[in-house]
């Protein structure tokens, strides 16, 4: 069985990584990394689909013909592996999700054994998600978060029945979805990723500075509109979400491994007031800052 464009990653950035082989020519990844990024190996066969589900986090895929594809939280996104991906950075630092790698020329027998009613043909599937494309996303909706939440949590024991149930359930799914209903996430190309990479290196160098959207689109070159559009198709958040956010986990890192003062702290992330720092801290570790000094 080929093996998922994510598996791959520096030794030491896998927390997580299981393979289960549930049907002949069907096999699900179960995966959880902490990195900013790796070139991934990958086996260039031809004839494979692969369907991943973000748990959490962000994925950011450098494709073969070009494009820049970014998987966020419930997304479904599916590919051909000769548009398969050599660049995987993850621009949040982290990602969970399933990877699912079905082999087009023999998983059909195994479906249609235990689907005999319901004519499920991968190739045929194939061909219908990828008409205009070799790749195609499926927006977090319900169904897809029914199929998917309980594969995270079951217990190991009996993921290899469960992920065969599910992943079936999958097919189906995907066998009565309209493609042509889905509207597709827009691609990026390199310049406007590299434009919103260097925006994002220079605000987090700088916490203690509150920059603006005009004052970052002039320096920069581009519109604010532009700006705000690919800062979150980059990091799924809008700038002023993703420095609050970054700024609370910098202040936590302070707290632990520092003895400096709340109030330093909060003004060195950019808090003139210790009172909004301190409700910003809490809305998103959910305890204050003294009560989270005193656990760590």
Same mark, same amino acid.
Request: with cysteine; hydrophobic share 35%.
């Given at each position: 069985?080929?093996?998922?464009?994510?598996?791959?990653?520096?030794?030491?950035?896998?927390?997580?990584?299981?393979?289960?082989?549930? %049907?002949?020519?069907?096999?699900?990844?179960?995966?959880?990394?902490?990195?900013?990024?790796?070139?991934?190996?990958?086996?260039?066969?031809?004839?494979?689909?692969?369907?991943?589900?973000?748990?959490?986090?962000?994925?950011?895929?450098?494709?073969?013909?070009?494009?820049?594809?970014?998987?966020?939280?419930?997304?479904?996104?599916?590919?051909?592996?000769?548009?398969?991906?050599?660049i995987i950075?993850?621009? $949040?630092? #982290?990602?969970?999700?399933?990877?699912? @790698? @079905?082999?087009?020329?023999?998983?059909?027998?195994?479906?249609?054994? $235990? $689907?005999?009613?319901?004519?499920?043909?991968?190739?045929? %599937?194939?061909?219908?998600?990828?008409a205009d494309?070799?790749?195609?996303?499926?927006?977090?909706?319900?169904?897809i978060r029914? *199929?998917?939440?309980?594969? #995270?949590?079951?217990?190991?024991?009996?993921? +290899?029945?469960? #992920?065969?149930?599910?992943?079936?359930?999958?097919?189906?799914?995907?066998? +009565?979805?309209?493609?042509?209903?889905?509207?597709?996430?827009?691609? +990026?190309?390199?310049?406007?990723?590299?434009?919103?990479?260097? *925006?994002?290196?220079?605000?987090?160098?700088?916490?203690?500075?509150? !920059?603006?959207?005009?004052?970052?689109?002039?320096?920069?070159? *581009?519109?604010?509109?532009?700006?705000?559009?690919? !800062?979150?198709?980059? #990091?799924?958040?809008?700038?002023?979400?993703?420095?609050?956010? +970054?700024?609370?986990?910098?202040?936590?890192?302070?707290?632990?491994?520092?003895?400096?003062?709340?109030?330093?702290?909060? $003004?060195?992330?950019?808090?003139?007031?210790?009172?909004?720092?301190?409700?910003? !801290?809490?809305?998103?570790?959910? @305890?204050?800052?003294?009560?989270?000094?005193?656990?760590?």
């Amino acid at each position: 069985m080929v093996t998922s464009i994510f598996s791959h990653f520096n030794p030491g950035s896998v927390t997580e990584q299981d393979n289960y082989p549930i %049907l002949p020519g069907i096999e699900v990844v179960k995966m959880d990394f902490k990195t900013s990024g790796r070139i991934p190996t990958v086996c260039r066969q031809m004839n494979v689909l692969e369907i991943n589900h973000c748990f959490s986090g962000r994925a950011e895929c450098q494709m073969q013909d070009g494009c820049f594809q970014y998987i966020g939280e419930g997304d479904l996104f599916m590919s051909a592996l000769n548009n398969y991906s050599e660049i995987i950075e993850l621009p $949040l630092g #982290y990602y969970s999700g399933m990877a699912v @790698i @079905i082999d087009i020329d023999s998983a059909d027998k195994a479906i249609s054994e $235990l $689907l005999p009613n319901i004519p499920i043909h991968i190739r045929e %599937l194939a061909n219908r998600f990828f008409a205009d494309d070799e790749c195609f996303f499926i927006q977090a909706k319900e169904e897809i978060r029914n *199929i998917f939440s309980g594969m #995270y949590t079951i217990p190991r024991s009996a993921r +290899y029945d469960y #992920y065969k149930i599910k992943i079936l359930e999958l097919l189906i799914f995907l066998h +009565y979805f309209d493609p042509s209903a889905e509207k597709q996430k827009r691609t +990026y190309e390199r310049q406007q990723v590299e434009i919103v990479k260097q *925006i994002q290196k220079q605000i987090t160098s700088e916490p203690e500075h509150r !920059f603006t959207i005009d004052e970052l689109a002039r320096k920069y070159c *581009i519109s604010p509109t532009t700006l705000k559009s690919n !800062f979150k198709g980059v #990091y799924g958040v809008s700038i002023a979400a993703y420095m609050k956010e +970054y700024r609370v986990r910098q202040a936590a890192f302070l707290l632990r491994q520092t003895e400096q003062s709340v109030g330093e702290i909060a $003004l060195a992330m950019g808090y003139e007031s210790q009172s909004k720092f301190g409700a910003a !801290f809490k809305e998103i570790m959910k @305890i204050t800052p003294m009560e989270y000094r005193k656990r760590r």
